[in-house]
T-cell receptor, first 116, second 112 residues
């Protein structure tokens, strides 16, 4: 039973297209994230949602729009894809303890996005 | 603001040798510290974490790490590595109001 699942696993698309990546967690966590891993394997936070509310929005082009229909789902929609968007995108969820710090994040398997 | 520095980008070792992957952090507040492993074409898996209590933390696959507050370090160790430990290792920190912040990763290559 997968804790954090994201689809699709691979996504190849042309420049200028719009695409979405879906993420679901069955851990009962309140907080979900999107991370981007670049070609040098560096992991950078993009967005964080807590109970469907956006709480972290790093410097990300506004072509990227997260949507959380409920606290178990966090989708990522990307408009007008560019070559530089090629990366692996990871969804994660975590439990925030009282006081507001992550105790552990569980990650999905990643979506490898290739823009051609 | 918090940050994490992994001091070695690549660590090559022979099978059955000991290994230490170094991690330093900076933070003005109390933090929690983590080590994650990423095998090729896979997601991240938690190896171990330090939240509070004993500064020596034991994790999965025979790994352990020691939290050293005075040196702001959280180095990962294993006394004897296997070929299957070849992977990317990430140190991470979290604090109040922030998501996990990752270091740039250390590639551990184990050869026979």
């Amino acid at each position: 039973d997968t804790a954090v699942s994201q689809t699709p696993k691979y996504l190849v698309t042309q420049m200028g297209n719009d695409k979405s990546i879906k993420c679901e967690q069955n851990l009962g966590h309140d907080t979900m994230y999107w991370y981007k891993q670049d070609s040098k394997k560096f992991l950078k936070i993009m967005f964080s949602y807590n109970n469907k509310e956006l709480i972290i929005n790093e410097t990300v082009p506004n072509r990227f729009s997260p949507k959380s229909p409920d606290k178990a789902h966090l989708n990522l929609h990307i408009n007008s894809l560019e070559l530089g968007d090629s990366a692996v995108y990871f969804c994660a969820s975590s439990l925030i303890i009282p006081g507001g710090a992550d105790t552990e994040a569980f990650f999905g398997q990643g979506t490898r996005l290739t823009v051609v | 603001a918090q940050s994490v520095t992994q001091l070695d980008s690549q660590v090559p070792v022979f099978e059955e040798a000991p290994v230490e992957l170094r991690c330093n952090y900076s933070s003005s507040v109390s933090v929690y510290l983590f080590w994650y492993v990423q095998y090729p074409n896979q997601g991240l898996q938690l190896l171990l974490k330090y939240l509070s209590g004993s500064t020596l933390v034991k994790g999965i696959n025979g790994f352990e790490a020691e939290f050293n507050k005075s040196q702001t370090s959280f180095h990962l160790r294993k006394p004897s590595v296997h070929i299957s430990d070849t992977a990317e290792y990430f140190c991470a920190v979290s604090g109040y109001g922030t998501a996990l912040i990752f270091g740039k990763g250390t590639t551990l290559s184990v050869s026979s």
